[in-house]
């Protein structure tokens, strides 16, 4: 997962990274958190799900666990990567229940929404 994709700049200020091809996630299904321009696409987070956050998810009524085959979705499951709603990282951060984060494959807008501090104290990818 280290294709870059042109154009598009992670929270870090280098090339935006792919996030994750199985599961397939983003918003437009390609494997990424890229937002291609789109101003209301905002699935910008890439996380690693943990248990605690799946079940903090389903608790909020957002149900990441049952399939959706029309969307392409086939539930998550601890230790996949996801694109997540940057709102849902941020109540899961606020709540004390936010889940790791890959700094390299979070989209920058993200910080609109969230320090770049707090991403950090969440990161997998940080040395």
Not at 49 to 73: C, K, Q, W, Y
Not at 83 to 110: D, I, N, S, Y
Request: charged letters at 20%; proline letters at 5%.
């Amino acid at each position: 997962m280290s294709a870059a994709l042109a154009g598009e700049k992670n929270v870090l200020g280098s090339e935006l990274l792919a996030c994750s091809f199985s599961p397939l996630t983003g918003y437009f299904r390609d494997g990424s958190c890229a937002t291609y321009g789109g101003g209301e696409v905002a699935h910008l987070v890439c996380v690693r799900v943990t248990a605690e956050f799946i079940a903090f998810s389903v608790e909020r009524g957002n149900d990441l666990v049952t399939p959706v085959p029309e969307m392409r979705f086939k539930g998550l499951k601890p230790g996949d990567r996801w694109c997540l709603h940057v709102l849902r990282f941020v109540e899961a951060w606020k709540a004390g229940r936010a889940p790791q984060v890959v700094l390299q494959a979070t989209h920058e807008k993200a910080l609109e929404f969230v320090p770049l501090a707090v991403l950090k104290q969440h990161a997998l990818d940080l040395n």
